[in-house]
């Protein structure tokens, strides 16, 4: 198994930057993509970004293209999601998650992840 921890949400104020960290240990060596989903109220968790093992492939929502990145460290078993230019709608709690899937494109769906977080609150105010 993998277990992932999240930490570092938080209330912001809008247009303000917020960083994501996930630590996983456990059977790591599975974990060929890692990814963050969030979920607002009264909505379906949704993908948010995802990157591969080697750290050279991503794939980013529409929503947040261009605002937020995400990184890893492969060293610590550490991945993030900085989130800059935040905005009202960004507000959801934020899970991380790994998935075993074998192939050249980044997961980017639920269903592809096998382990997730416990999730953390980010709220931000307009």
């Known amino acids: 198994q993998v277990q992932l921890v999240e930490s570092g949400g938080g209330l912001v104020q809008a247009g303000g930057s917020l960083r994501l960290s996930c630590a996983a240990s456990?059977?790591?060596?599975?974990?060929?993509?890692m990814g963050w989903f969030r979920q607002g109220p009264g909505k379906e968790r949704e993908f948010v970004a995802a990157?591969?093992?080697?750290?050279?492939?991503?794939a980013y929502a529409d929503s947040v293209k261009g605002r937020f990145t995400i990184s890893k460290d492969n060293a610590n078993n550490t991945f993030y999601l900085q989130m800059n230019s935040l905005k009202p709608e960004d507000t959801a709690v934020y899970y991380c998650?790994?998935?075993?899937?074998?192939?050249?494109?980044?997961?980017?769906?639920?269903?592809?992840?096998?382990?997730w977080g416990q999730g953390t609150q980010v709220t931000v105010s307009s």
């Open positions: 998650a790994t998935s075993p899937v074998f192939r050249r494109t980044v997961a980017t769906m639920k269903g592809d992840y096998n382990y």
């Open positions: 990157i591969n093992w080697s750290g050279d492939n991503t």
């Open positions: 456990g059977r790591t060596f599975s974990a060929l993509h």
